[in-house]
């Protein structure tokens, strides 16, 4: 489905194939807001997300230099010498904003913003930018979910279907 | 079919159902496997620590447990959901997330004898104080509960003196003294009511009931709606700080609204241990599938059978909110259009010889402690499943001397009043 006008685009629910097409299309995140601490939100995503095949890049101004689950950690999103597909943001929704113009300015196609996560105004000027965005939500939930892998924790993957999905 | 909201019936047969990703099996297979094997030890580790998903050991979680748990998740329309052994141990599941040593809940006092004798007498070993109050009295509700309180506990339609709550007040209630309502939604099923459409925030079930369906297996569920803000209520540690089992990991902050669900089964599970076997889970199963057409009939059948006995003349008074008469009628139209289930009581005119009588006298009617099932059933509750209450908790769970329950089952509605029929008069003497 194709997505560009940022006054259609609903941000309060998205459609399955948004988020599988996002997905399955990016391969590199950059990760702001990684800690090197094992037992935080974001080590448990980035973790997951690497053993689903996505590299991901952690960017921390704390920890830049250090190595987090074999990745070197960046300052920030310029920093940055290889090509970013997605940004995701582990960060307050107030300083989300700079991110996003980072991300439009490192040509990221995708800012997703983690569960609990909003700025509206830093959406709407990276759908203006073209890029792609998801607020409110975790890509490992996400792609969890609409990998059948959600229910087997007892969760509502909201999926309905006949066939059969590999893992 | 991913982005249209299908409907009860259709739920009930696929959610979480998935064809088999191994096999392609369209039946749920029967993962009856105690543990799985781990890829390395990096993956041991990722899944020890929470870090991903996928199965270890079964005491934690089975891919046909989670069938079921992802089935009465849809069904209650909630987040997430843990399936365990039974009814009573989905109670103590339930509350362990929310409790500690010293800490205190407000429950109905109308509720199901075997909860009041778990929750008055037993938890008191935890540590943990119930406070009961009358649900027909908001007030009263309003009074008892206060900031210490961590939960409100209550049926909808309660078992087994027909009671309806009014659940919509009761979930204000809790809200505004920061704590989430439970409601054990065991005698309605989700086809009848869905406790999270009125402010709910967890739901039980013993599954044993409605929602197998037949009589044949022990079983509980935790359904999680995934909505009560656990840290801005600032009295849940369990659950918005530090886990000290899992090395300082937080589980409100880390799983969001899968919180509580995650906890249920990574704590609740795993250190109490009352897990549902993957068999257990699967017959629960076949009977969901059919619980529309079953509550359906089970409504039909129940509110002819509270007919027959009003009209009876050894009977003193029908207790079923079905009947316009009833006090709790104008409840039940609100929460149970649909039907007001298949449990109620009548009184006898004898007493509590008459419900001795009434209870040996019946030849289909089964006389046995359950409720729920395609046979019908019988019992007298003061002198079986609320024996050892005092008689004043007798009367308050609308289970007195000259009480008989009746769980109306799927024969002919002919053919269970003729039986009743018969026991009524043998036990008046005629």
């Given at each position: ?40 939100p ?73 569960l609990g ?21 975790c890509?490992?939930i ?13 969760f ?12 | ?49 929470l ?27 909630g987040r997430g959901?843990t ?10 599941l339930a509350l362990f997330p929310l409790l500690s040593?010293?800490d205190?809940f ?41 900031e210490k309180t961590k939960a409100v ?18 979930a204000?209630?809790a809200h505004a003294a920061n704590c989430p309502l439970i ?13 999270m459409?009125?402010g709910a925030d967890i739901v ?18 935790v359904i999680d709606s995934g909505k009560f803000d656990w840290a801005k209520a600032g009295k849940f540690p369990d659950l918005a700080g530090p886990c000290a089992a899992y090395?300082g990991l937080t589980f409100f902050e880390t799983f969001g609204d899968l919180a509580y669900t995650m906890h249920c089964h990574a704590v609740g ?162």
């Amino acid at each position: 489905m194709e997505r560009t006008l940022s006054d259609r685009m609903n941000h309060d629910s998205y459609d399955d194939d948004y988020v599988r097409a996002i997905l399955k299309k990016v391969r590199v995140i950059a990760m702001v807001g990684a800690s090197p601490n094992w037992n935080r939100p974001s080590y448990f995503a980035m973790k997951y997300l690497q053993g689903k095949g996505f590299r991901v890049i952690p960017v921390n101004p704390v920890a830049a230099g250090q190595e987090v689950l074999g990745e070197k950690v960046h300052a920030s999103l310029k920093d940055i010498p290889d090509k970013v597909d997605m940004v995701d943001v582990f960060r307050a929704s107030a300083v989300a904003g700079p991110i996003a113009d980072d991300a439009i300015a490192i040509g990221a196609k995708v800012l997703w913003m983690q569960l609990g996560v909003r700025n509206d105004a830093a959406a709407a000027r990276a759908e203006a930018a073209g890029l792609e965005v998801v607020m409110n939500r975790c890509p490992k939930i996400e792609y969890a979910r609409l990998n059948a892998e959600l229910g087997w924790h007892g969760f509502n993957s909201g999926i309905i279907t006949s066939k059969r999905r590999r893992i | 079919m991913t982005d249209s909201k299908p409907d009860f019936e259709t739920l009930a047969i696929h959610a979480g159902a998935q064809p088999d990703p191994a096999t392609g099996a369209r039946a749920t297979p029967i993962y009856a496997t105690t543990s799985f094997v781990f890829d390395d030890v990096d993956h041991a580790a990722s899944l020890f620590n929470l870090q991903t998903t996928g199965f270890m050991y079964s005491r934690i979680m089975n891919p046909t447990v989670a069938v079921l748990e992802e089935r009465l998740a849809a069904l209650e329309g909630g987040r997430g959901a843990t399936g365990c052994a039974s009814g009573h141990s989905a109670q103590v599941l339930a509350l362990f997330p929310l409790l500690s040593t010293g800490d205190e809940f407000v429950a109905s006092n109308k509720l199901y004898g075997g909860s009041i004798t778990q929750f008055g007498q037993t938890f008191k070993k935890f540590g943990w104080t119930v406070k009961f109050v009358d649900p027909d009295d908001m007030d009263a509700v309003r009074r008892a509960v206060d900031e210490k309180t961590k939960a409100v506990f209550t049926e909808c339609l309660a078992n087994p003196g027909g009671v309806v709550v009014d659940i919509e007040a009761m979930a204000k209630i809790a809200h505004a003294a920061n704590c989430p309502l439970i409601v054990d939604n065991t005698l309605a099923t989700p086809y009848l009511l869905r406790p999270m459409e009125w402010g709910a925030d967890i739901v039980v079930h013993s599954t044993t009931k409605f929602l197998s369906g037949t009589g044949t297996t022990i079983g509980g569920a935790v359904i999680d709606s995934g909505k009560f803000d656990w840290a801005k209520a600032g009295k849940f540690p369990d659950l918005a700080g530090p886990c000290a089992a899992y090395h300082g990991l937080t589980f409100f902050e880390t799983f969001g609204d899968l919180a509580y669900t995650m906890h249920c089964h990574a704590v609740g599970l795993r250190d109490l241990g009352p897990t549902m076997s993957p068999f257990g889970a699967w017959i629960t199963l076949l009977g969901v599938e059919t619980l529309a057409l079953r509550m359906d009939r089970h409504c039909a059948n129940a509110a002819r059978v509270a007919e027959f006995l009003t009209g009876h003349k050894a009977v003193a008074w029908v207790n079923y909110a079905g009947l316009p008469a009833n006090k709790y009628n104008r409840l039940a139209k609100k929460y149970l259009p649909k039907g007001a289930g298949a449990v109620f009581t009548f009184g006898l005119k004898g007493g509590y010889q008459a419900g001795i009588r009434m209870v040996e006298g019946v030849n289909m009617l089964s006389h046995l402690a359950n409720i729920g099932d395609s046979k019908s059933l019988i019992i007298h509750p003061a002198s079986t499943t609320h024996r050892q209450l005092t008689e004043a908790q007798q009367i308050a769970a609308g289970a007195g001397p000259d009480v008989i329950r009746l769980s109306i089952g799927l024969e002919s509605a002919k053919d269970i009043i003729a039986d009743l029929d018969q026991a009524l008069n043998r036990a008046a003497g005629n």
